[in-house]
């Protein structure tokens, strides 16, 4: 699965522990999720969407 | 829960679980002069119980990890597990069968992993029931 995590992580101007600690995981699986090594459950990837205030689906892409 | 609560709330639960256990096997060794069914009951009583507990007392450091950390724990136990278990029981095989013109014969350590892979089995068996009634909004999971 595809994502704009790293993108949308660089507009802010934040670095991976930054994001990690927002999202109250650790700096190696944000950056597993970055490099879509690692999809998120669901209440994960709500809760990246309503960090950045964006649909699920804009954040994330099935490459199905 | 921060990972220095949890680990305080670890380390606490499992100093409890080892006092409770150390507790009951005191008792069972002190026990007077039972029929041996019974004896092998308690003993096995004993075990599940402290066995419960420890689980119980790493219940907070599992929730504490995050959830890729917790995937890829889920990931070591179901391959590593299941490729050690297989490696050690295919290792006893070999050695039971590689002198043709002995009887067979089970090594002691052999014993010893035939009964960790049914200790295992249990485990799965009990714990794959959990997770499936947990989700099935069957009795006090509805």
């Not at chain 2, 308690?42 to 504490?64: C, D, E, F, H």
């Not at chain 2, 892979?117 to 009634?133: E, N, P, S």
């Amino acid at each position: 699965m595809k994502n704009r995590l790293k993108v949308l992580r660089a507009e802010r101007d934040w670095s991976q522990a930054d994001l990690a600690e927002r999202l109250e995981v650790s700096r190696q699986t944000v950056n597993a999720l970055e490099t879509g090594k690692y999809d998120p459950s669901l209440p994960l990837a709500f809760k990246i969407a309503r960090l950045f205030g964006l649909p699920i689906e804009t954040i994330f892409q099935d490459e199905a | 829960m921060s990972g220095l609560k949890a680990y305080a709330r670890t380390v606490g639960r499992t100093l409890a679980a080892w006092v409770f256990a150390t507790a009951l096997v005191m008792v069972l060794r002190y026990l007077p002069e039972i029929p041996p069914v019974i004896k092998l009951t308690a003993q096995l009583a004993v075990a599940a119980v402290s066995a419960g507990l420890l689980l119980w007392a790493l219940a907070p450091w599992w929730r504490s990890l995050d959830e890729a950390v917790q995937e890829a724990s889920k990931s070591g136990f179901f391959w590593g597990g299941q490729f050690g278990t297989i490696f050690a029981f295919l290792l006893g095989a070999i050695e039971m069968t590689s002198t043709p013109f002995q009887r067979p014969r089970v090594p002691e350590w052999m014993l010893g992993v035939m009964v960790a892979i049914v200790c295992q089995l249990v485990g799965y068996a009990i714990f794959y029931l959990i997770w499936w009634l947990r989700r099935s909004g069957w009795g006090p999971w509805k």
